[in-house]
Nanobody
C-alpha cells in the first residue's frame, strides 16, 4: 500500500505561483494531479509517466502548470504559474500501478488527502 501526502497549497493572489509536492511512501509508477472545486466534480489536471518522459495537461492549465517528478525521492511536483481564481480547488495527488501516464481518474490506485489552493482576484 502506497501512501501519498500533498503539500504546498495556500492562499495567493491572481498571477502568483505555487509549487505543490506529493511525497510517496514507496515506489510509484504513473502519477497525476487532479482537483476538485466547491460544488464540482473532481477533474484531471496533469499526469506524468514513470520515467517522466511523457506528460499531459488539461487545456485549462496548459502553458501555466508543469508536472515533474524525482524518482530518487519518490516525489512528484506541480509548478503552478499565472494562477487564476478559477484554479481554486483542493488538489489531489494520485498514483497508479502502470508505468504510463493517464488522464482517467478510474485508472489510479492510490490517492492523497488533498491540499487546498485558493486564488483571490
Amino acid at each position: 500500500q502506497v501512501q501519498l501526502v500533498e503539500s504546498g497549497g495556500g492562499l495567493v493572489q491572481a498571477g502568483a505561483s505555487l509549487r505543490l509536492s506529493c511525497a510517496a511512501s514507496g515506489r510509484t509508477f504513473g502519477m497525476g494531479w487532479f482537483r476538485q472545486a466547491p460544488g464540482k466534480e473532481r477533474e484531471f489536471v496533469a499526469t506524468v509517466s514513470w520515467r517522466g518522459s511523457v506528460t499531459a495537461y488539461d487545456d485549462s492549465v496548459k502553458g501555466r502548470f508543469t508536472i515533474s517528478r524525482d524518482n530518487d525521492k519518490n516525489t512528484m511536483f506541480l509548478q503552478m504559474n499565472s494562477l487564476k481564481p478559477e484554479d481554486t480547488a483542493v488538489y489531489y495527488c494520485a498514483a497508479r500501478q502502470a508505468i504510463s501516464a493517464s488522464r482517467l481518474e478510474s485508472e489510479y490506485n492510490y490517492w492523497g488527502q488533498g491540499t487546498q489552493v485558493s486564488v483571490s482576484s
